[in-house]
């Protein structure tokens, strides 16, 4: 494949993969949260509202580590591809 196709299936991965990575940082505030407050409150209902977030933040954290990882096994097939084209057109 074309060495620009490449860079450019590079760039599209990485802007999704950084995507994924705030999302990521988002959801485990989120989770951090309410795990504290799950600990800290005295009220039995609130601490069943807080559990439940909890545990919905951290199964969304989950699936997007399954993406996350799909992704950089993209990136990492490309990154191979990348370096066959660049080594092929400048005859390294």
């Keep these: ?13 990485s802007k999704k993969l950084t995507k994924i ?10 989770a ?10 005295s009220n039995e209902r609130k601490k069943e509202k807080h559990l439940k977030r909890h545990r ?6 989950k699936s997007l ?6 992704l950089l096994n993209r990136i990492r ?3 191979v591809n990348f370096h066959d084209a660049l080594r092929k057109q400048h005859h390294l």
């Design 1 to 13: 494949m074309n060495i620009s196709k490449e860079a450019a299936y590079l760039y599209l991965y």
């Design 21 to 30: 990575n705030k999302e990521m940082k988002r959801l485990s505030h989120k």
């Design 32 to 41: 951090e949260k309410h795990a504290t407050k799950h600990s800290k409150t």
């Design 56 to 61: 919905q933040a951290t199964e969304d954290i």
């Design 65 to 70: 580590m399954k993406k996350h990882n799909l």
């Design 77 to 79: 097939h490309h990154v």
